[in-house]
Nanobody, 119 residues
């Protein structure tokens, strides 16, 4: 049974930090690109950050570069998103995503975790 379970969301003031976690189970993560997406109220889903299995390659949306860091611990099958210098516009539901790199694989999504940046 495949699961992506996010945690770590919450309410934080502007300038604060949060660390999101995504615990993966039920599939071989070495053949997946792991991503964090977010969706703000009334907006479409946006790709925030991506990381390869070895962690050797990462990519970020321009809006979060220099503030967010994606990482993964393959021994724990967990992907993290460290979010620093949070802004009001970072408020959204954050989703963990597993994108297959092999033919015939399935794409998986977590249930999402709410991040609210407010003073």
């Amino acid at each position: 049974h495949v699961q992506l379970v996010e945690s770590g969301g919450g309410l934080v003031q502007p300038g604060g930090s949060l660390r999101l976690s995504c615990a993966a189970s039920g599939f071989t993560s070495s053949t997946y690109l792991m991503n964090w997406y977010r969706q703000a109220p009334g907006k479409g889903r946006e790709l925030v950050a991506s990381i390869t299995y070895t962690g050797g390659s990462t990519n970020y949306a321009d809006s979060v570069k220099g503030r967010f860091t994606i990482s993964r611990d393959n021994a724990k099958n967990t992907v993290y998103l460290q979010m620093n210098s949070l802004k009001l516009e970072d408020t959204a539901v954050y989703y963990c995503n597993a994108l297959p790199l092999h033919i015939g694989g399935y794409e998986y999504w977590g249930q999402g975790t709410q991040v609210t940046v407010s003073s």
